[in-house]
């Protein structure tokens, strides 16, 4: 098998439905969906460096299929066509997240991304996400598109901060604050949850 083909030498790509020009907002949204995965495989070797983590990582690679099945979903330009992603991720991921905010400290100030090499990663994830989530929302403001893809992807990256937050505490990292915040969260009320002022 050869990994060229010489069919986009001119700029363009195959969708399933027609083929594009490669900057297509269609392409760029599952493309960065793609530098997402990327990232998120990164994250997950890193974890599963540190025995601590070992479920971050089990969860990080079933999100890596997801997003593999978004990307798959973002790449049909015609209607129709059968979608792999429903509302049952998005729901695990709000079950994860609610999990994750409980285990970790509390927060008042706003904070950086750093602290554990793990947690940097995962915030790198966090802010690829927002990316991604942004061209999903351009793609779907001119194309059908499934909508449970951009859901996914919004409770993703509340995700990533939560992790990057446990994964601190449980190497015993603190978060690195910023330092001119000024205490923007409260106290925690019912499970765990932080509310902001």
């Given amino acids: 098998m050869r990994l060229y083909t010489k069919t986009g030498d001119k700029g363009e790509t195959s969708l399933i439905g027609g083929r594009v020009r490669k900057d297509d907002v269609r392409v760029e949204t599952y493309g960065t969906i793609d530098e997402l995965n990327s990232f998120v495989g990164a994250a997950a070797a890193e974890a599963m460096k540190h025995p601590e983590l070992e479920e971050m990582a089990s969860m990080?690679?079933?999100?890596?299929?997801?997003?593999?099945?978004?990307?798959?979903?973002?790449?049909?330009?015609?209607k129709g066509a059968p979608f792999k992603m429903n509302e049952e991720p998005s729901i695990r991921l709000e079950q994860w997240i609610d999990r994750y905010i409980a285990e970790a400290p509390e927060i008042t100030r706003f904070i950086l991304p750093g602290g554990s090499l793990a947690a940097s990663q995962l915030h790198v994830c966090r802010t690829v996400c927002r990316r991604a989530e942004r061209r999903a929302v351009t793609l779907a403001g001119e194309h059908d598109v499934n909508e449970h893809v951009v859901i996914y992807l919004n409770r993703l990256s509340d995700f990533f901060f939560a992790a990057a937050r446990v994964a601190n505490a449980k190497l015993g990292v603190p978060d690195t604050e910023y330092v001119r915040s000024a205490e923007v969260f409260r106290k925690r009320k019912g499970k765990g949850q932080d509310e902001k002022k």
């Avoid at 299929?65 to 049909?76: H, I, K, T, V």
Wanted: some cysteine.
């Fill in 60 to 78: 990080l690679m079933d999100i890596q299929q997801e997003l593999f099945d978004c990307g798959s979903d973002l790449a049909y330009a015609k």
